[in-house]
């Protein structure tokens, strides 16, 4: 369950593409997140995949164009529309397009759609060129004037055999976007937080690099976490194989040296700086240029201190009499709560986040952690074992009141 899904209903249009198999993983998401969700199907999305599918997911029924000749019928894409959140038509074909731009209600989708008050929310799905005809971009112009959202379509193999734009975007983006909308007048809206993440690399030489164990997943919980309440994000990290998510503005940066330089750019405007990137606190004092070969015998690597991007930060804010709310990790295998409280008095942050690294559970390489978090006054407040994105909500949620105390 996730927050922000809790409660809410989205309403989910299919039109006649075969990308329509890729809305049942798309309502299974939304259900599994805690939201409630509805499913209307076009009599051409019936020829590629039934209600019975979504029902299947949802746990709720799917509707269909018969369904507005029931007893109840007359007002059925009334009821829809007013109970609806978001209305996200994924996948939606050129035809639909068409008829949304142009006020066309000749079917239950597009009924509900005129009736709709709430966000809309397209994803288009076509083959060959249809996309970048002429027709189709001026109708999706009109739309985007109107204040739809429309998410994709982007390249790749289409269902004729051929390449091109027009594929629909994968559930997992959609479902992005969909956060997006929903988290817009949240209580961080506004506000703009900077996320570093993931293990930086110090190179020995052109092959091999220092680094840590660090997946980055903590630190990209910490960014979709703040876009989900309603932030502006910015996530500045080393080298990972993550997906960025959706609305994010990702800095991608490899060397401690290269992560400062990227948070010093990015701080001046920002109102939170979370730093949650396992930056290493060593690297070569001279770099080989070349690979070293095992046949010169074992090298000898002299080593120097990296930047301490924390303390710069402090600096800043001193000089430049910045507000900026900043938040510590310290990642620690013996003494966790005496270290961390030591580095939160040292930076003077307003919160550290520890988390003891010599347990198999948490830490790198899993996607569970199990954190205490530490307030500027020292006072500790532990967290059971969560997913990555559960802590890194629980985070998230505790800086509102921070931006609350300072504002004031």
């Known amino acids: 369950m996730n927050p922000l899904f809790e409660g809410k209903r989205i309403l989910v249009g299919i039109t006649g593409s075969i990308a329509a198999y890729k809305a049942v993983y798309l309502a299974s998401s939304l259900t599994k ?19 019975l599918a979504f029902q299947s997911v949802t746990g709720r029924r799917s509707y269909v164009d018969q369904d507005l000749w029931s007893s109840q019928g007359y007002v059925l894409h009334i009821g829809l529309a007013k109970a609806a959140d978001i209305y996200v038509i994924a996948p939606i074909t050129a035809n639909t397009i068409a008829k949304f731009a142009h006020g066309f209600g000749d079917n239950l989708l597009t ?39 429309v998410a994709g379509p982007t390249e790749g193999h289409l269902a004729s055999g051929l390449s091109g734009v027009g594929r629909m975007l994968e559930p997992e983006e959609i479902l992005g976007y969909i956060r997006q909308t929903l988290a817009k007048d949240g209580p961080l809206s506004g506000k703009k937080v900077i996320i570093t993440a993931g293990g930086t690399q110090e190179r020995i030489d052109p092959v091999r690099v220092i680094t840590n164990r660090s997946s980055g997943k903590q630190g990209f919980a910490l960014a979709q976490a703040a876009l989900d309440l309603g932030a502006e994000v910015g996530l500045i990290t080393a080298p990972v194989h993550l997906n960025t998510p959706t609305g994010a503005k990702r800095i991608n940066v490899e060397t401690a040296q290269e992560m400062l330089e990227a948070v010093i750019n990015s701080i001046p405007n920002a109102d939170v700086l979370i730093m949650a990137a396992a930056v290493a606190d060593f690297r070569p004092k001279s770099p080989a240029q070349e690979k070293i070969k095992k046949l010169n015998g074992i090298p000898t690597i002299q080593l ?41 008095e040292t930076k003077t942050l307003d919160m550290i986040v520890a988390n003891d690294i010599s347990v198999k559970d948490s830490g790198f390489n899993v996607d569970t952690n199990r954190v205490t978090i530490i307030n500027a006054d020292g006072t ?19 800086i509102s009141p921070l931006l609350s105390n300072r504002d004031t």
């Open 111 to 149: 009924l509900t759609a005129l009736a709709a008050n709430c966000s809309l929310l397209i994803a288009p799905a076509m083959d060959g060129g249809m996309y970048l005809h002429p027709a189709n971009q001026q109708n999706l112009e009109i739309l985007r004037e109107r204040g739809t959202i």
């Open 380 to 398: 500790a407040e532990p967290l059971p074992l969560l997913r990555k994105d559960q802590v890194a909500f629980e985070i998230i949620k505790r």
């Open 304 to 344: 120097e201190t990296t930047p301490d991007i924390l303390n710069t930060v402090v600096e800043l804010k001193r000089e430049n009499k910045w507000s900026l709310i900043t938040v510590g990790f310290a990642a620690e295998s013996q003494r966790l709560l005496e270290n961390a409280r030591h580095k939160l």
């Open 33 to 51: 997140a805690g939201a409630e969700v509805d499913v209307i199907l076009t009599k051409a999305a019936q020829e590629f995949i039934k209600p």
